[in-house]
């Protein structure tokens, strides 16, 4: 057994805020359950940081991006282009909506790559009355789902180009991303997830900031935000007579989740420095050793949250999994990059394109520890563990 002061961990929570404060306020009122203030604060608060006029809290990031795709109106017979690497809640969704992703590959950003999305709108698709269709399938293309990877920032410049010329919805995954935002260019100040048509954060326990689990949706129209909250709350027309408008879901964040999201995003601005920090740190102490490689995040007119860092096995000798085995034994966890989802059991039959990069980056990134309270001393004993194998 490893004792807790010499495991180190992949993502862990970092409570050292007024989570306690603020929890125990949301127990001692008895507001615990989806009633109470703190959920609209939290909504508030997280309008007010990303520059939104309304943020939509829900109970996990999955069910926000479901709101997301049925406020955009992605049903049946419809197509999503999604990103094959990344986790696979960024594209479930589109199968609950009842529509089929279409898998394209990714840059050097590890986001979807728009030069790949705009060959496969080219090659395989036609524009017929003001819509798009897969020539292969028939089917209506009818949006675009592109995650901020890690915390990257996606090239929404570009995507935004794409969704206007092949009238696409832009529909952003920022669950990994919250903080990322461009500080030059045509977008200057504008955040991760708040640049398409709707985008999504998640507080998963394992993201910059916790609630546990929580999820909080953002959309430029002010409609598909309410339609959002509707649909998280059972679409309940009249409170008193049980009324239901539509099929809706118990997609609701509890009081207790946002008491510890209010405490959490106190703290975020803290957290991103000390991402960037520890980032810096395995860059100067493994970058070009070993045939070691940390991957970059643009920083050109864009200030990334860093939220998960990425070892890139360079030297072909490198077994991945045997280090991430001998790593485990010394009390380090880190982990693979997802396994692409087009290969996942019930995606195999969706078209996947331009793929070649996102394999390459499957078969050789490794996730190093970045907890936002992972010592300098822990990075540098991951860091000299690496460079000992
Ligand atoms: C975490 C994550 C989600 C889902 O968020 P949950 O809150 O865990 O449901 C979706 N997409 C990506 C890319 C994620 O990393």
């Not at 109470?36 to 997280?46: L, R």
């Not at 992605?74 to 529509?99: K, S």
Request: proline fraction near 4%; hydrophobic fraction near 40%.
């Amino acid at each position: 057994m490893q004792t807790r002061e010499t495991f180190i961990p992949l993502s862990v929570p970092n409570f050292a805020g007024n989570e306690k404060a603020y929890v125990s306020d949301a127990v001692v009122s008895e507001w615990v359950s989806t009633g109470g203030s703190k959920v609209s604060d939290f909504e508030a608060a997280v309008a007010a940081y990303t520059g939104m006029p309304r943020a939509v809290a829900c109970n996990s990031g999955t069910s926000g991006l479901h709101l997301a795709l049925l406020a955009a109106g992605v049903g049946p017979g419809q197509e999503v282009l999604a990103p094959t690497l990344t986790f696979i809640a960024a594209v479930n969704p589109i199968r609950y909506a009842g529509a089929q992703p279409v898998f394209i590959g990714c840059d050097d950003s590890l986001c979807m790559s728009p030069a790949a999305a705009r060959a496969f709108l080219q090659d395989r698709c036609e524009k017929r009355g003001g819509k798009t269709y897969n020539r292969a399938t028939g089917a209506w293309v009818s949006a675009l789902l592109v995650v901020h990877v890690f915390g990257a920032m996606a090239d929404l410049p570009a995507f935004l180009e794409l969704a206007r010329q092949w009238d696409l919805v832009l529909i952003e995954d920022a669950t990994e991303a919250l903080g990322t935002r461009y500080t030059a260019g045509p977008l200057v100040g504008r955040m991760a997830g708040t640049v398409g048509d709707v985008g999504v954060y998640s507080f998963n326990g394992n993201k910059i900031i916790t609630t546990g689990a929580g999820g909080m949706l953002v959309s430029n129209h002010p409609d598909w935000a309410e339609h959002a909250k509707h649909l998280s709350t059972q679409a309940k027309a009249d409170e008193l007579q049980f009324l239901h408008d539509e099929v809706g879901y118990n997609y609701r964040m509890t009081n207790l989740q946002a008491a510890l999201g209010l405490a959490q995003l106190e703290q975020l601005e803290g957290f991103i420095a000390h991402k960037h920090a520890r980032w810096q740190q395995y860059k100067a102490g493994l970058d070009g050793k070993n045939g070691y490689r940390i991957l970059d995040f643009d920083e050109n007119g864009i200030r990334p949250n860093k939220w998960f860092y990425s070892l890139y096995l360079e030297d072909p000798r490198h077994d991945r999994d045997g280090m991430i085995a001998a790593l485990k034994v010394r009390g380090i966890q880190t982990r693979p990059v997802w396994a692409l989802i087009h290969e996942q059991a019930d995606y195999g039959k969706n078209e996947a394109y331009a793929l070649e990069k996102a394999q390459d980056y499957r078969a050789k990134i490794v996730n190093l520890p970045c907890s936002t309270n992972l010592s300098e001393e822990d990075c540098q004993r991951v860091i000299d563990t690496l460079l000992e194998l």
